[in-house]
């Protein structure tokens, strides 16, 4: 297992004032039945949106489509008729690499295996035909192997974090990396963190140093705080608690980090409920990640988390959370918080029933703040922009 430690803190600068968000419906290409969005982008920069889609059968298949401008691409189909795993924490990405092709990653339960999820990888030169579906890690067991997230590591190549739970759900489970060309071949595959929160979603992110993950630990005290680890000069080097919450729970509370970069910086958005007080919180970061401020509260009532976050070329954040709402629904909110840590106004995004909304997605892509959410699988997934 890696060394934990409890990493740098970094006082809090306040001067700058949060901005009001505004938030504006975007109409997207998504089907009529479609569900778990995410963002990636292409590789000129434009907003890259993935999803499932339920096709007249009954199959579900995964697509894509690219925004230029203010035009959407034509729906792509990358894969049809899987038995993709249908968990909004589970949601299928899409990235693209300088030269243009793509890479395509997704999570599928096996026919008759009930604890089995295996993670697939496919690849596209020209975006239109991809590669044959390859399992991403070296396991065949009918165990987890799953929660991934994906980031272009190189020109020519990806790197998955995910985790395997080898002795089960109720065992420790692993913090994996896989590396995948940019043609879909599987190159490697180690193992970052040796005992890690069973079923909370994993984030990567590159930053101009390197790699950093963030990704929810364990304890043999079944304390569950966030942990990064980074990839510099060639190496990772010790994992280490971004705060110490002291979160105990004898459970997963399928609620991970979310982590955005920009140059060197970085920030990263999580949930916990330690002392009781379910809250979603935002650390900052200067120096790509080796160190971090002080958590900045960002919920203002009951938090369920499920939390995302983008990042401008400022350091200006803008994160999403779900929060408790009146009459048992849920609310879809998001706020700014500057690069001096000031947190601005919140903004309501969407009012639904927690399932329906799913793990909402924010992206910066150039000078837009984009948002996605959508589970339902019986409505369309949700778009739109957030303006400042």
Known sequence: MQLKSIMLLLPVAFGASGQVLK????????GAESLQAHWGTA???????SWLEKSKDGSLSL???VRHGAQWSEPRTIVGNRQFFRQPAESPAVISFANGSLLAEWVELPPGSGEA???YVSAS????????????????????????????????????VWLEALKGEDAPSALKRTVVSSSGAVLKEETLDSDVCTCCPTSIVKTENG???AYRDHSTQDIRDIAVIRFENGRWQPSRILNDDKWEINACPVNGAAAAARNSRVAIAWYTEAEDKPRTQLALSNDGGASFTKPIRVSIGN????TSVALDDNGNA???WLEEGSGGAVRLLARQVTSAGVTGPVVEVAVGAQRSIGYPRLLQAGNETLIAWGNSGSSKVQTARISK
């Open 23 to 30: 938030v504006s419906p975007l109409p997207n290409p998504s």
């Open 43 to 49: 590789s000129d920069g434009s907003p890259l949106l």
């Open 63 to 65: 697509r894509y489509a």
């Open 117 to 119: 999820e295996n993670l």
């Open 125 to 160: 030169k020209n975006g239109t035909q991809w590669t044959a579906p390859a399992l991403a890690h070296k396991d065949r067991s009918p165990v987890q192997h799953a929660l991934a997230s994906m980031t272009a590591s190189g020109d020519t190549e990806a790197s998955l």
């Open 211 to 213: 790699l950093l993950v």
């Open 303 to 306: 938090s369920f988390g499920h």
């Open 318 to 320: 803008v994160v999403s």
